[in-house]
């Protein structure tokens, strides 16, 4: 049974550019989260997708986007990068439904943006 | 707002010994979940354990136990016989149903051999 799985695990980006990462789901699971994680703090949520729609969304500015498949699988988008978006991007899968549904992570993309 | 502190930075334990990780939260809700996530260096985040607001009884896993004080909004994490693979970061974590989880700034674990 595949757990969530992240790609590219590093990624190392220009102020301005734009960057895609990727997101496949725990098998069985229906909902994706994002958060972003700085250095040395607990991860932060940007959004959750449910059905192919953004569900819920955090504190985060217009050019983080992201995208849900029919297979459940997501992408996060970050358009103009600035140096504060260097982090951990962690995606997390769960079940909508389950009341106390844990999120299970994947490893992480760590995006530095020089 | 959902607040979650931890508000020890840094932890450390013997091996074998016993430690506790302190949590609180702020809410005013009456419907909400817990968790412990553990954070080793490989940076998945894995689910240590998990209570129900509503039940009373302290969740228990192996040699990780909690103290759910309610009134209290505190959540305490207790790591029995401590092992050199518990050295990590802690993070705990707050949920509503339906909604998003609301996560500390963690605790950094060192198990002392």
């Known amino acids: 049974d595949a757990g969530v799985t992240q790609s590219p695990t590093h990624l190392i980006k220009t102020r301005g550019q734009q960057v895609t990462l990727r997101c496949s789901p725990k098998s069985g699971h229906d909902t994706v989260s994002w958060y972003q994680q700085a250095l040395g703090q607990g991860p932060q949520f940007i959004f959750q997708y449910y059905e192919e729609e953004e569900r819920q969304r955090g504190n985060f500015p217009d050019r983080f986007s992201g995208h849900q498949f029919p297979n459940y699988s997501s992408e996060l988008n970050v358009n103009a990068l600035l140096l504060g978006d260097s982090a951990l991007y962690l995606c997390a899968s769960s079940l909508l439904e389950g009341r106390n549904s844990p999120l299970h992570f994947g490893n992480g993309t760590r995006l530095t943006v020089t | 707002a959902q607040t979650v502190t931890q508000s020890q930075p840094e932890m450390s334990v013997q091996e074998a010994e016993t430690v506790t990780l302190s949590c609180t939260y702020d809410?005013?809700?009456?419907?909400?979940?817990l968790f412990w996530y553990k954070q080793p260096p490989s940076r998945q985040m894995i689910l240590v354990i998990r209570?129900?607001?509503?039940?009373?009884q302290n969740a228990t896993e192996n040699r990780f136990s909690v103290n759910f004080q309610k009134a209290a909004k505190s959540f305490s994490l207790k790591i029995s016989d401590s092992q050199l693979g518990d050295a990590a970061m802690y993070f705990c974590a707050y949920k509503i149903p339906g909604n998003q989880f609301y996560f500390g700034t963690g605790t950094s674990l060192t198990v002392i051999p």
């Open positions: 809410t005013s809700e009456s419907d909400y979940y």
């Open positions: 209570q129900e607001a509503y039940k009373q």
